[in-house]
């Protein structure tokens, strides 16, 4: 099982961005980005259940950023609007086979391997 996240880049404060992340070798129940600044501890940015009926944001991103996923290739994406230089990070993406949807990074067995976002301001 793998995950394989892309998309990262330089932006301005304001701009916006897209990741992906494609999954190969399973498909997972869950999955959901997070993100790290370095030396500060990983936090929960948004998660998307199979189907997409259930969808959780965390409160610094709620209304700026979008999840989705397509089932047809194994593939999450964020989209991210309005990005400020606080969002700055390494975003991982991250999958778990069963289970509910969570914002808990222990509950996720499967991390891709990071994408940096830098917003400039």
């Known amino acids: 099982v793998q995950l394989q996240a892309s998309g990262g880049g330089l932006v301005q404060s304001g701009g916006s961005l897209s990741l992906s992340c494609s999954a190969s070798?399973?498909?997972?129940?869950?999955m959901a980005w997070f993100r790290q600044v370095p030396g500060e501890e990983r936090e929960f940015v948004s998660a998307?259940?199979?189907?997409?009926?259930?969808?959780l944001y965390a409160e610094s991103v709620k209304g700026r950023f979008t999840i989705s996923r397509d089932n047809r290739d194994n593939t999450i994406y964020l989209r991210m609007n309005s990005l400020k230089p606080e969002d700055t990070a390494v975003y991982y993406c991250?999958?778990?086979?069963?289970?509910?949807?969570?914002?808990?990074?222990?509950?996720?067995?499967?991390w891709g391997q990071g994408t940096l976002v830098t917003v400039s301001s």
């Open positions: 991250a999958g778990r086979w069963r289970g509910s949807i969570t914002n808990s990074d222990r509950e996720y067995a499967y």
């Open positions: 070798g399973s498909t997972f129940s869950v």
């Open positions: 998307m259940d199979w189907r997409g009926s259930r969808k």
